[in-house]
């Protein structure tokens, strides 16, 4: 790489600070909201799947992508947030070569994971009677998942290096460039989600087969057959209700991404770089981008929503008995209202009684002196 060419990108990368300067606030409440809804609804997806009585395969996945949104909260975010503030790179030098790979690293997990649920949901409606993975098998794959990840944002990695307080990439020539983002895009994107629309095409096809099916036996069979067709009917609609859940986290994490993707293609090897607009723009697809994490607990809470809807009480009731606990420990002689009342007429009763001795030791003083 040129020195013009990292020169070129410091410019870049100033001028895109300066361009997004109005848009900083209305930036950063996005950041908020999108943190917010992102850990605590992913916190909870977590918990509802924990708290399942049996643990299936698609459990495991639907942790492991609430997992990866977490840390989209938790690191690439306030990471972000922190960057926009500061205008420039406020992290030790080190962190060049984590902070922008780990955001990839992230959005390579989620669409993995999203490949992977579809190739189990497609096993387990196609070959239902075929031995399922087992646990320590899944935990296996996810942990492939995230080293796959990593490995494909290596080269990344590489090229990161700090230039006058920025971190920049310090390509060999453009055509590296092209190379990477065209690799980005078709390894993290295009590919995954042909492969996932093959899947659940074929899903499809198969569920509709077997619903004409079992029409038309039932119509020969007609009564014989009722209590069978009524158990396939259960197992049948169950599979569709999974399956929209999952096409649905397909379809919300293909329409925030594409933005990204379109826009830096377009950087790369059009004319998008001379756009005058492009740091108005880049913004919104960030937010777009991050968007996706906290949408997902909305769609897979709804595998589980009377679930869903019972770990959320129980945990704003514990937050709520802590609370009053903190109360009652602040102000240890405080009573509950019943049990204020009970003391109250014990004091009284024992309040009666010394009188009552008293008067008694009197009557008997005036006897005497009679």
């Not at 320590?136 to 796959?148: E, T, Y």
């Not at 602040?330 to 204020?340: D, M, R």
């Amino acid at each position: 790489m040129t020195n013009d060419t990292v020169d070129a990108a410091v410019n870049i990368s100033a001028s895109a600070g300066s361009k997004v300067a109005h848009f900083l606030v209305p930036q950063l409440v996005s950041f908020v909201v999108i943190i917010t809804i992102t850990i605590v609804g992913n916190f909870l997806i977590c918990c509802v799947e924990l708290k399942r009585k049996s643990h299936k395969s698609s459990g495991f996945f639907i942790i492991n992508l609430a997992l990866s949104d977490l840390a989209v909260g938790f690191v690439s975010i306030p990471l972000d947030i922190a960057e926009q503030l500061t205008n420039g790179w406020p992290f030790f030098r080190f962190m060049c070569k984590v902070v922008y790979p780990l955001q990839t690293v992230l959005m390579a997990v989620s669409v993995i994971t999203l490949l992977c649920m579809s190739i189990e949901r497609y096993r387990a409606v196609l070959t239902p009677f075929k031995a399922k993975p087992s646990g320590k098998f899944i935990v296996q794959v996810i942990v492939s998942v995230w080293v796959l990840s990593i490995l494909l944002v290596t080269p990344y990695t590489l090229v990161l290096r700090m230039k006058d307080g920025n971190c920049i990439e310090d390509w060999p020539s453009q055509g590296h460039v092209k190379i990477y983002t065209a690799s980005v895009f078709l390894l993290l994107y295009l590919l995954p989600l042909t492969l996932i629309t093959i899947c659940y095409t074929k899903i499809g096809i198969y569920l509709n087969k077997e619903a004409k099916k079992w029409r038309s036996m039932s119509k020969y069979y007609g009564k014989s057959i009722r209590q069978v067709r009524r158990l396939s009917n259960v197992r049948h609609m169950q599979n569709i209700r999974i399956i929209k859940v999952f096409v649905a986290a397909v379809m919300v994490f293909a329409i925030c991404q594409l933005p990204t993707h379109v826009i830096w293609i377009w950087h790369d090897f059009g004319s998008g770089s001379k756009w005058k607009y492009l740091y108005d723009v880049l913004p919104f697809c960030h937010i777009l981008t991050y968007l996706n994490s906290a949408i997902d607990p909305f769609i897979f809470g709804s595998l589980n929503a009377q679930l869903f809807r019972k770990t959320l009480r129980s945990i704003f009731t514990c937050f709520n008995g802590k609370k009053e606990h903190q109360k009652k420990s602040k102000n240890p002689k405080a009573l509950p209202p019943e049990q204020e009342n009970t003391k109250n007429k014990r004091k009284l009763i024992r309040k009666s009684c010394v009188l009552l001795k008293n008067k008694g030791s009197q009557d008997s003083i005036v006897e005497s002196n009679i």
